[in-house]
């Protein structure tokens, strides 16, 4: 009789993995196309406050390919970080803006946490 694989947990890690690399990048371009231009005329301050969290949940997405939990972490309080951030500054009316950028790196980082590594 055959064995059958669970590819559940692998197929969760890359989906996962894949939303937040999509995520890191379509915030790299616009950090470069439409923040650092913002922020070297002085009118970028909200984003400046963002910047951290941002930092930290790019890092842990990239980090999350060779060390899973640790990337994991570093995108969970990247993501957090940036929804406490806009939470203060909008005074909780700006929800969708929380969900853009909190929801691509907070999901996938449980899913990493939840899910065993596929490589091991």
Known sequence: MKKVENNL??????????????????MLIFLVR???????????????VLLPGLIIAIIGCFVSLFRMKFGAIAMLVGGIAMVVVIAFQSGMR???????????????????????NPSK
Do not use: N
């Not at 947990?9 to 890191?24: D, E, N, Q, R, Y």
């Not at 439409?34 to 400046?48: A, D, F, R």
């Not at 909190?102 to 065993?116: A, E, T």
């Open 94 to 116: 700006d929800f969708g803006l929380m969900v853009v950028y909190g929801v691509p790196y907070v999901i996938p980082g449980l899913f990493f946490l939840l899910v065993r």
């Open 34 to 48: 439409e923040g650092i231009p913002s922020i070297l005329e002085g009118k970028g301050q909200e984003l400046t």
């Open 9 to 26: 947990p692998t197929f969760i890690h890359w989906f996962s993995w894949t939303i937040s690399l999509v995520a890191s990048v379509v």
